[in-house]
T-cell receptor, first 111, second 117 residues
Framework: KNEVEQSPQNLTAQEGEFITINCSYS?????LHWLQQHPGGGIVSLFM???GKKKHGRLIATINIQEKHSSLHITASHPRDSAVYIC?????????????FGGGTRVLVKP | EPEVTQTPSHQVTQMGQEVILRCVPI?????FYWYRQILGQKVEFLVS????????KSEIFDDQFSVERPDGSNFTLKIRSTKLEDSAMYFC???????????????FGNGTRLTVT
């Protein structure tokens, strides 16, 4: 069974700061998702990646398959980035979206 | 942008009652999922559904749970006899493809908060 750990659990930043959230997993995967959960509970998919790096706006996601580690970076953070960020992994090619989720990182960006 | 819609947003039921949670996935999506999040805990996978049948299910998804696509648009999760521990936020999601290579993202609904009293 894949164990997914995120760090830190909580993060407070000032507007404009660079933020990094880390995700480690214990068993090889076919894909990793980064998700954003808003205060109201809704979940939005940010990235799905299986290698390398992806960028969307101020968000960058990287993954190192050999080290079983992924990072989500937020550049020039803004109060609207305040949310819980969740990493979720898909353990095998046939696993479908039977995802194993991390516990989330709660991010608060202060103006 | 098309979105996954879930109804109701909040459902309160008594222990032992049956509940049906409803979802309308994005229209051209072929893969459908239910996840749940007990308050303060991690999100957990329940079931995936493709081509009118369950493709994967977790240990949580026991005989009390069932899923159905009764028509071309709805995707439902039924809990036959609710227990207190079924209280959670239930998320429906859909995707175009199930392959990690295609890069088809998951689209989530806003969730149904189920409270069992």
């Amino acid at each position: 069974k894949n164990e997914v750990e995120q760090s830190p659990q909580n993060l407070t930043a000032q507007e404009g700061e660079f933020i990094t959230i880390n995700c480690s997993y214990s068993v090889g995967i076919s894909a990793l998702h980064w998700l954003q959960q808003h205060p109201g509970g809704g979940i939005v998919s940010l990235f799905m990646l299986s290698s390398g790096k992806k960028k969307h706006g101020r968000l960058i996601a990287t993954i190192n398959i050999q080290e079983k580690h992924s990072s989500l970076h937020i550049t020039a953070s803004h109060p609207r980035d305040s949310a819980v960020y969740i990493c979720a992994v898909r353990s095998g090619w046939a696993a479908g979206n039977k995802l194993t989720f991390g516990g989330g990182t709660r991010v608060l960006v202060k103006p | 942008e098309p979105e996954v819609t879930q109804t109701p947003s909040h459902q309160v039921t008594q222990m032992g009652q049956e509940v049906i949670l409803r979802c309308v996935p994005i229209s051209n999506h072929l893969y459908f999922y239910w996840y749940r999040q007990i308050l303060g805990q991690k999100v957990e996978f329940l079931v995936s559904f493709y081509n009118n049948e369950i493709s994967e299910k977790s240990e949580i998804f026991d005989d009390q749970f069932s899923v159905e696509r009764p028509d071309g648009s709805n995707f439902t999760l039924k809990i036959r006899s609710t227990k207190l521990e079924d209280s959670a936020m239930y998320f429906c999601a859909s995707s175009e493809s199930d392959s990690p290579n295609v890069g088809s993202p998951l689209h989530f609904g806003n969730g149904t908060r189920l409270t069992v009293t």
